[in-house]
């Protein structure tokens, strides 16, 4: 992806705090392709205007959470992720 359009995890919480009760860039995965485990805040983001949220591994560049905004709902993909979880 375009190394101009990415963020840390951290842009992504205004966002993903509208889908999700919990504060989500200090929640941890499990990232699908490598096995990596972090927070969210340490991955990559990527937010592409109109588009929506791509969140990525830094160590695999998978995509882990793929969230959507479109007529006044929400479209959450997580199948990149082994597990997200808080505290």
Known sequence: MD???RLDG?????????????EVTTAHYACEGCGR???IGAAMV????GLGTIVRCPGCDNALI??????GR?????RGTRYLTTG
Request: charged fraction near 25%; glycine fraction near 6%.
């Open 74 to 78: 929400y479209m959450v993909d997580l």
């Open 3 to 5: 190394d101009r359009l």
């Open 37 to 39: 485990i972090d927070q």
């Open 66 to 71: 793929r969230l959507a905004h479109n007529r």
């Open 10 to 22: 951290n842009a992504a919480a205004g966002t993903l705090g509208e889908v999700f009760s919990f």
């Open 46 to 49: 990527y937010d592409v205007r």
